[in-house]
C-alpha cells in the first residue's frame, strides 16, 4: 500500500493504520483492498500507429493549423459547441469539475484580464466574461472563433460586463505586450501545441509580475490512448504526451518561480454514511479515498505556473478587505428631516482601496436600515463614495452625508465599507457599525 500519496498532516496516525491493516492482511482477516488497476494503452497495430512526435517533426505548424480550421469550417451544425460544456451527459461533469479546479487555482477576481489560450468557441470565455474578467479568447481557427461570437451574440453575459476580444494565433507568439495579461486558462488545449517550451516561455511574456497560468491537460501517455490515435488519424491533430517535469524546466528558466498541482476525483469517491464518518476520523476509508485519488491522477495534469513578483492586492478581490468605522449622528430627528452623519473610515487591512467610481471594486460606505426590533427594512439603504483617490492602507477617510429622511418609529442604521460588484466588508470579517435612531412623527 503506498501511503506516500497521503497528506503528512496525520503521519502517526496513517502509519499505524497501514500497519493494523497489513497485519489483518497476513492474518487473511481482510483482503488488500487497492484501487482496480489501470487498462492497459494497448497500441494499434504497428502499421497503423502514429507516433506523435514524428506527427510533429513532418508536418508544419501551418498545415496542422489549416487541418484545425478544416475540421471547424467543415462543420454544418453548431449546436453542439454551442452548447458547450453542457453537450452531452457524458461529459458534462468532467468538463465542470476541471473547469471548478481552474477557477479556484487561478485566484480570479472581476477586472482581471484572462487569456483563454486555445479556446476553441468559447464556452470558458463565456464564463469567465461572466465573472466580470476581460477575457481574450486566443485560436488557431478563424472558423472557430466565429462559433464563440455567435456563442456571445445568442447568450449574451448577465449584466453589464467587459467585451470580449477574439484573436488569431499564429502558433508561435501571441499579438500581445509584455506584461499585458494576469492570468492565461488552457483547458485541454496546451497538449496540442507542436512547441510546448516556445508557448511557455511567451505566457512568461506576456503576463504580469505574479500572474498566473492554468492548465487542464492530460498526462505523459496521451498520445497512446485509442481516442488520441483515432483523432490524431481522422483530423490529423496534434495529441502531445504531457510531461510536467520538462515544462517544468522550461517554466523555471522563463520566470515561473512555483508551481502546484490540483489532485481530485472525477467521478468523486462515493461511500456510505458508516464509511464517510470513518474517512473524516482518518480511518481506513481515508486511504482508501487516497489510493482511488492517485489512480485517477495517473492520466491527469492540473497545475498552476505563477510568474515572479508579488501582484498588487486591491479592492477588487476579497483578501485583504478590513475598515475601521466610526460614526457620530443623533439619537433623535423629527419625521421628515434628514439624519445628519459625520463618518470616519480608516482602511485597516492591506488592501489598496480602489476610487468609489470604478466598477468593479470602488468603496464607498454603505448602510443597511431595520427596524427597532432588528428586522431588516431596507437592505442598500444608502451609499456614500469615499473618495476619487485611492487610499492605501492606514489611511483614513472622513465623511459628512445626510441620510433621507425616515418616517417616525424606531431605527437601527448598520453602516459598512463595499467594494462595488465584490463584496460588503463584513462577509470578510471586517466590523460594521450600529447606530440607534428615534424618529419622532
Known amino acids: 500500500m503506498d501511503i506516500n500519496v497521503l497528506t503528512l498532516r496525520h503521519p502517526i496516525v496513517l502509519l499505524r493504520l497501514a500497519v493494523r491493516k497489513m497485519l489483518r492482511v497476513l492474518r487473511k482477516e481482510e483482503p ?6 489501470p487498462t492497459p494503452v494497448t497500441a494499434p497495430p504497428a502499421d497503423d500507429f502514429i507516433d506523435v512526435r514524428q506527427l510533429i517533426a513532418s508536418t508544419s505548424m501551418e498545415a496542422l493549423h489549416e487541418k484545425a480550421e478544416t475540421y471547424f469550417s467543415s462543420l454544418t451544425d453548431w449546436d453542439h459547441h454551442l452548447a458547450k460544456p453542457f453537450s452531452t451527459v457524458s461529459e458534462a461533469p468532467a468538463l465542470l469539475i476541471n473547469f471548478a479546479t481552474m477557477l479556484q ?13 486555445g479556446g476553441g468557441t468559447g464556452w470558458a470565455s463565456r ?9 481574450i479568447l486566443v485560436d488557431v481557427s478563424k472558423t472557430a472563433l466565429d462559433i464563440a461570437r455567435e456563442l456571445y451574440r445568442r447568450h449574451p453575459p448577465i449584466g453589464k460586463r467587459p467585451e470580449p476580444r477574439f484573436l488569431h494565433y499564429n502558433g508561435t507568439r501571441l499579438d500581445l505586450g509584455d506584461e499585458s495579461v494576469d492570468r492565461i486558462l488552457c483547458f485541454d488545449a496546451f497538449h ?8 511557455i516561455r511567451d505566457f512568461a511574456r506576456v503576463l504580469v509580475p505574479g500572474g498566473i497560468a492554468a492548465f487542464a491537460e492530460p498526462g505523459p501517455h496521451h498520445s497512446k490512448f485509442p481516442n488520441s490515435q483515432f483523432e490524431m488519424r481522422t483530423y490529423g491533430v496534434v495529441e502531445n504526451d504531457v510531461d510536467v517535469h520538462a515544462i517544468w524546466k522550461t517554466a523555471q528558466e522563463a520566470g515561473f518561480v512555483d508551481i502546484k498541482f490540483a489532485a481530485y476525483n472525477i467521478p468523486p469517491y462515493q461511500i456510505d454514511l458508516a464509511g464517510y464518518d470513518d474517512l473524516l476520523n482518518g480511518g481506513e476509508n481515508y486511504l482508501r479515498w487516497a489510493e482511488f485519488t492517485r489512480y485517477f491522477m495517473r492520466d491527469v495534469r492540473n497545475f498552476f ?10 479592492s477588487r478581490q476579497t483578501a485583504g478587505l478590513a475598515a475601521t468605522i466610526e460614526i457620530s449622528m443623533p439619537s433623535q430627528v423629527a419625521a421628515g428631516e434628514k439624519i445628519a452623519v459625520h463618518a470616519s473610515i480608516t482602511n485597516s487591512g492591506r488592501a489598496l482601496w480602489l476610487p468609489s467610481a470604478i466598477v468593479p471594486g470602488g468603496v464607498s460606505l454603505g448602510s443597511h436600515l431595520y427596524d427597532g426590533d432588528g428586522k431588516l427594512v431596507t437592505f442598500d439603504h444608502d451609499w456614500q463614495p469615499l473618495s476619487d483617490e485611492r487610499t492605501k492602507p492606514g489611511e483614513s477617510v472622513t465623511l459628512d452625508f445626510a441620510l433621507p429622511p425616515l418616517a417616525a418609529g424606531s431605527y437601527i442604521i448598520e453602516f459598512d465599507c463595499v467594494s462595488n460588484g465584490v463584496c460588503w466588508f463584513a462577509q470578510m470579517g471586517s466590523r460594521a457599525v450600529r447606530a440607534a435612531v428615534e424618529v419622532k412623527g
Open 192 to 199: 496540442h501545441a507542436t512547441n510546448p517550451d516556445e508557448v
Open 32 to 37: 488488500v483492498v487497492k484501487a482496480p488497476e
Open 105 to 117: 487555482g487561478m485566484r480570479l477576481f472581476p477586472g482581471l484580464r484572462v487569456v483563454d489560450f
Open 127 to 135: 464564463y469567465l466574461t461572466q465573472l466580470g474578467c476581460e477575457v
Open 305 to 314: 505556473l505563477k510568474k515572479a513578483g508579488d501582484e498588487p492586492v486591491d
